[in-house]
């Protein structure tokens, strides 16, 4: 099963820093766009942030002025640097890719595990 790998998450105190990242597999040819999600208890997932091949972004409106999302694309890897942070923030965060794979024709869409982050004092 095709997977993104995520890494980064943990417990930080309000008003501190994480920053995540999110790799494809070796396996990728190509990718369009790379975002990050984030799901906390009882709710539904929400788009966070999203970032274009050429490096646009665009970021849900409670993070804007505090997280920045960038790319990679020799890496083949997204990063979600989060500053300022809330206890309103904690959620897990998944990343999600669309991508072509070297042996599949056709682009789809790919989640990493997801990771944790915390924002508590």
């Known amino acids: 099963q095709v997977q993104l790998v995520e890494s980064g998450g943990g417990l930080v105190q309000p008003g501190g820093s994480l920053r995540l990242s999110c790799a494809a597999p070796e396996s990728t040819f190509s990718i369009n766009d790379m975002g990050w999600y984030r799901q906390a208890p009882g709710k539904q997932r929400e788009l966070v942030a999203v970032i274009t091949s050429g490096g646009s972004a665009n970021y849900a409106d409670s993070v804007k002025g505090r997280f920045t999302i960038s790319r990679d694309n020799p890496k083949k890897t997204v990063y979600l640097q989060m500053n300022s942070l809330k206890p309103e923030d904690t959620a897990v965060y998944y990343c999600?890719?669309?991508?072509?794979?070297?042996?599949?024709?056709?682009?789809?869409?790919?989640w990493g595990q997801g990771t944790q982050v915390t924002v508590s004092s």
């Open positions: 999600n890719a669309v991508l072509r794979l070297y042996y599949r024709g056709s682009y789809s869409a790919y």
